[in-house]
T-cell receptor, first 117, second 114 residues
């Protein structure tokens, strides 16, 4: 079956702009989680959506937001971009919501590399 | 705040050497523990996980990890590495503080010399 897909794969923006990233989960998966990966901070959890509801949230400012659609596809939006937002943004999907993954596996997408100039 | 520490950022081994990557977490409650691997040019993928039961967990490709609750550790091991094990390895923890959150370690880059 098709894996997790993320679009676009690469993006260049300037400070102050906003950006929307998209994630399509594996068919049948209802949970989508977003992570930010940087060389300095590593992989950090942004938020998780399950059945169109945000279930869990990491420690990121309100400029980072997301949503999930009825087909489980998810978008992440970052407003008023800062240089420090340059990162690889990963999305992961699973059947179940966070904390319930003993019989479940989280599958990661290839990521969207965002560069803020 | 909860955190996950991976002791080695870079490890270089020769083929057939044994591997042990350290992982410690700081959280006193119930945790679910994971090791993920990212091979060059590939997506992050799950190696193994621990939720409950036998603290020695076996994963794919001959990897195993041992959960030692008293030491807050979840070290990854492999008796004999291969060149194809060259990758970055991430330890992760799911805690239930203010909702379930996955916390990743900084990662360990393993290079196996042929």
């Amino acid at each position: 079956k098709a894996g997790v897909t993320q679009t676009p794969r690469y993006l260049i923006k300037t400070r102050g702009q906003q950006v929307t990233l998209s994630c399509s989960p594996i068919s049948g998966h209802r949970s989508v989680s977003w992570y930010q990966q940087t060389p300095g901070q590593g992989l950090q959890f942004l938020f998780e959506y399950f059945s169109e509801t945000q279930r869990n949230k990491g420690n990121f400012p309100g400029r980072f937001s997301g949503r999930q659609f009825s087909n489980s596809r998810s978008e992440m939006n970052v407003s008023t971009l800062e240089l420090g937002d340059s990162a690889l943004y990963l999305c992961a999907s699973s059947r179940l919501a966070g904390g319930q993954r003993e019989t479940d596996t989280q599958y990661f997408g290839p990521g969207t590399r965002l560069t803020v100039l | 705040a909860q955190s996950v520490s991976q002791h080695n950022h870079h490890v270089i081994l020769s083929e057939a050497a044994s591997l042990e990557l350290g992982c410690n977490y700081s959280y006193g409650g119930t945790v679910n523990l994971f090791w993920y691997v990212q091979y060059p040019g590939q997506h992050l993928q799950l190696l193994l996980k621990y939720f409950s039961g036998d603290p020695l967990v076996k994963g794919i490709k001959g990897f195993e990890a041992e959960f030692i609750k008293s030491k807050f550790s979840f070290n990854l091991r492999k008796p004999s590495v291969q060149w194809s094990d060259t990758a970055e390895y991430f330890c992760a923890v799911i805690t239930n503080t203010g909702g379930f959150k996955t916390i990743f370690g900084a990662g360990t880059r393993l290079f196996v010399k042929a």
